[in-house]
Nanobody
Framework: QVQLVESGGGLVQPGGSLRLSCSAS????????MRWYRQVPGRERELVAS????????NLADSVKGRFTISRDNAKSTVYLQMNSLKPEDTAVYYC?????WGQGTRVTVSS
């Protein structure tokens, strides 16, 4: 049974930081490209970042370049999204994705 479980979301003030984690099980994580998406109600899901199985960063949205970092630990079957200098427009539900599988999402709210 495939599972992707995100954690680390919450409420943070503008300029703050959060680290999201996505723990994977039930598939070959170490050979899978992993992605973080985010979605705001009423808008399409947006690709934030993706990382190759080797750890090479494949994509990073222009809106988060210089602020967000994607990484992975294949030994722990976990992918991370380090988010720094957060802005109110980063407020969204963040989803972990691998192949056709999705996590349940973790909510990030950036507000003073």
């Amino acid at each position: 049974q495939v599972q992707l479980v995100e954690s680390g979301g919450g409420l943070v003030q503008p300029g703050g930081s959060l680290r999201l984690s996505c723990s994977a099980s039930g598939f070959s994580f170490s050979s899978t490209i992993m992605r973080w998406y985010r979605q705001v109600p009423g808008r399409e899901r947006e690709l934030v970042a993706s990382i190759m199985d080797t750890g090479v960063v494949a994509n990073l949205a222009d809106s988060v370049k210089g602020r967000f970092t994607i990484s992975r630990d294949n030994a722990k079957s976990t992918v991370y999204l380090q988010m720094n200098s957060l802005k109110p427009e980063d407020t969204a539900v963040y989803y972990c994705n691998g192949r056709d599988w999705w996590g349940q999402g973790t909510r990030v709210t950036v507000s003073s």
